[in-house]
């Protein structure tokens, strides 16, 4: 079993940056590939980015060359530095740890860039 907290969502202005932390615990080195959704009002929740356990990372093309997704040196934690905010990413933002066992999520942050 893996649980995840994550932290870092906030208000921010148009051009502005975040850095949300996903932080897992529990059974941590069965997970193979950590992901960041999002999912707005009245839409489906949306792949956004993942690192995998060797560290390859895939982005969604909205979102390449803005945003980073990162593990820190302990490992237990994921993060995604978003910059240039635009008012439309406003959403709940998930992350999503995936092992052999089956996928997990966290309860998710609200981040809200104003126009």
């Known amino acids: 079993q893996v649980q995840l907290v994550e932290s870092g969502g906030n208000l921010v202005q148009a051009g502005g940056s975040l850095r949300l932390s996903c932080a897992a615990s529990?059974?941590?080195?069965?997970?193979?590939?950590v992901g960041w959704y999002r999912q707005a009002s009245g839409k489906q929740r949306e792949l956004v980015a993942h690192?995998?356990?060797?560290?390859?990372?895939n982005y969604a093309d909205s979102v390449k060359g803005r945003f980073t997704i990162s593990r820190g040196h302990a490992k237990n934690t994921v993060y995604l530095q978003m910059n240039s905010l635009k008012p439309e990413e406003t959403a709940v933002y998930y992350c999503?740890?995936?092992?052999?066992?089956?996928?997990?999520w966290g309860q998710g942050t609200q981040v809200t860039v104003s126009s």
């Open positions: 999503k740890a995936m092992d052999g066992s089956g996928d997990y």
């Open positions: 529990g059974s941590i080195f069965s997970i193979d590939v």
């Open positions: 690192i995998t356990r060797g560290g390859s990372t």
